[in-house]
């Protein structure tokens, strides 16, 4: 009896010390770090989606197109033929992980922006910009401050004929990443990659409206072809909004998903599984990591950009319904960081 009882005292201290430990920034960086770590190498690798691509802009793009090592420096019509190549192979989604807040040269800029316009399907990155504001009453004394954020989108002409706008920070937590917002409240908006998983999967959308109303709920009309981004942004509140009212609804729309005599077509029920897993979730999350660098599908960018030094055998695989998203993957360079 007496050494069961210690055991209980020791595991009970231990549970405490851990929790305490768990709630300090020293224990925060512990599990990420080192825990979390040691769990994926447990677990293993998993197979990545195969609905995602990445078009990788590394060291070497610039001399495969003929153009600067640095794609800042690049005409923006490169990016226009590229989206037209990712379009005609039928993405579903192209997603710039790029900066295109100034303006450069008009006439490449004119030529991007109606390749965008054209396609239907790309969605951009807003920069999230902020400040520490000081709170000053009206007598003139400073009794504090607070962090304000904003939204910086691209250049007009991209802006307003981009499918889908949103920011993407990342928590700073060292040298690595281990967590993303899927919804930023400080600013009011979905992420960018959260656009570009509702852009992706708006045809099963309807089937989503339908099974909210088999609820009890509402939701908005399903968007038209020709909205653009900030219509997706506002249809995106909405939605989020209808899951916050209800906390019980993404597992009530989830049973019903598991009911295999559903009037609802089999390739559409992963897409409305993960719609539900992003409305229903919180803002703040964790990533599952599917294995090391490079698990994700990737064609270099110079591949899929109309150059003509590409070998016409090159063997690209089937772009048909998927996302693609551009941007720096450097697979060989140490130096890159996570930010």
Do not use: C
Not at 202 to 228: C, D, F, H, M, N
Not at 249 to 270: E, H, Q
């Amino acid at each position: 009896m007496r050494r069961g009882l210690k055991g209980l005292i020791a595991a009970t201290g231990t549970a405490a010390v851990g929790i305490l430990l768990v709630l300090t920034p020293l224990g925060t960086n512990f599990e990420q770090n080192v825990g979390l770590s040691w769990l994926f190498k447990l677990r293993g690798s998993i197979p990545a989606p195969n609905g995602v691509v990445v078009a990788a802009i590394d060291d070497q793009t610039g001399s495969h197109l003929g153009l600067s090592k640095l794609p800042r420096e690049w005409p923006r019509s490169v990016h226009g033929r590229l989206v037209e190549n990712l379009a005609r192979r039928g993405a579903s989604a192209i997603v710039f992980d790029l900066d295109f807040q100034l303006p450069k040269q008009a006439e490449a800029d004119e030529a991007f922006a109606q390749s965008v316009a054209n396609s239907g399907r790309v969605i951009l990155v807003e920069k999230l910009d902020g400040k520490r504001q000081p709170l000053i009453t009206s007598s003139g004394k400073r009794t504090g401050s607070v962090w304000v954020e904003h939204l910086v989108p691209p250049i007009p002409a991209l802006a307003t004929v981009a499918k889908g706008l949103g920011p993407f920070p990342v928590p700073k937590t060292q040298v690595a990443i281990h967590q993303f917002w899927a919804f930023k409240r400080s600013v009011g908006v979905p992420t960018m990659p959260s656009v570009a998983l509702q852009i992706h999967a708006l045809s099963a959308y309807p089937y989503l409206k339908q099974l909210i109303e088999k609820t009890g709920g509402t939701a908005s009309q399903p968007l038209e072809s020709s909205v653009r981004a900030r219509e997706v942004q506002k249809f995106m509140r909405s939605l989020r909004l209808v899951f916050s009212k209800n906390p019980k609804l993404g597992g009530m729309l989830k049973a019903m998903l598991a009911n295999k005599n559903l009037d609802v077509p089999s390739d559409k029920i992963p897409l409305l599984q993960a719609l539900i897993g992003l409305y229903e979730g919180e803002d703040h999350r964790y990533l599952n990591f599917y294995g090391p660098p490079g698990s994700i599908a990737t064609i270099p960018y110079h591949l899929l950009a109309d150059d003509p030094n590409v070998d016409p055998g090159a063997n690209l695989p089937d772009l048909t319904g998927k996302v693609v998203f551009v941007g720096f993957s450097d697979l060989y360079d140490p130096g890159q960081p996570d930010r």
